[in-house]
């Protein structure tokens, strides 16, 4: 379960406080889906970026299965994040020297645990995404739907409860982004996660199912 409860976020500048995100809240169940569209500079992304635990609000609370990120010391926060939440990005954030296997396995290299069933549920979901012939390649080596697809696959290796994409099909054609939107809605449900898409396109909004407008850091109902 996702509790977002008034959140607001402020920042100082030279002006004074520049609001930013204005008492957002909303509720999603496990499996739930949200698209967040809006104009640039609506909040969009400083929203997702707190609901992953990267950023923290100035007033009200986040809770992803009761617990509330913000409220951890760093070190167990990033160790909430890693498990509990996976993050797919624009810019798809590979690593230029790791196979495409290798990418997948970050999240679990970072918790430590890339025992054999971990490396399988990689090979598993680079083959759920058609990568199957694809697992020695380099980023470089992959066209820029293939790479995005990667991200993909590593933002559910450790099944975690909440998938936050950020203009995820930002930089692909219209075959593609909709390639990589169907794959994100289809392994979500398998894993029962709860997703949340924040885009500007109307047909990857359409593909997630239920859409909210954040307009001047409000998000209207």
């Known amino acids: ?7 607001s976020k402020a920042y100082p ?7 930013v995100l204005d ?10 889906r949200l698209a967040v569209m809006g104009p640039s500079g609506s909040g969009k992304s400083t929203l ?3 609901l992953g635990g990267l950023d923290e609000p100035t007033t ?8 509330d990120p913000a409220t951890l010391p760093p070190a167990a926060r990033a160790s909430f994040r890693n498990r509990k939440i996976g993050f797919v990005f624009q810019e798809h954030h590979l690593l230029g020297g790791c ?18 069933p971990t490396e399988e549920r990689a090979r598993g979901l680079l083959r759920r995404v058609g990568l199957e ?6 980023p470089s080596e992959l066209s820029g739907g293939e790479r995005q697809r990667v991200a993909v696959a590593r933002s559910l290796l450790l099944s975690p409860a909440l998938i936050l994409a950020d203009e995820p099909t930002g930089q692909l054609d219209g075959r593609s982004a909709a390639a990589v939107t169907d794959l994100l809605v289809e392994l979500a449900a398998e894993s029962a996660a709860i997703l949340v898409v924040v885009t500007h396109a109307d ?19």
Request: charged share 20%; hydrophobic share 50%.
């Open 203 to 221: 047909s990857v909004a359409d593909r997630i199912g239920t859409v909210r407008r954040l307009v001047d850091g409000i998000l209207l109902p």
């Open 133 to 138: 012939d694809r697992l020695g390649h380099l």
């Open 1 to 7: 379960m996702l509790e977002v409860d008034r959140v």
């Open 99 to 116: 196979t495409a296997l290798e990418n997948v396995l970050l999240p679990a290299l970072a918790s430590g645990d890339v025992a054999a």
């Open 23 to 32: 008492a957002v809240s909303l509720s999603l169940a496990t499996g739930e």
């Open 13 to 19: 500048t030279p002006a004074g406080s520049l609001l």
């Open 60 to 67: 009200g609370s986040v809770r992803l299965d009761g617990i």
């Open 48 to 50: 997702l970026a707190i």
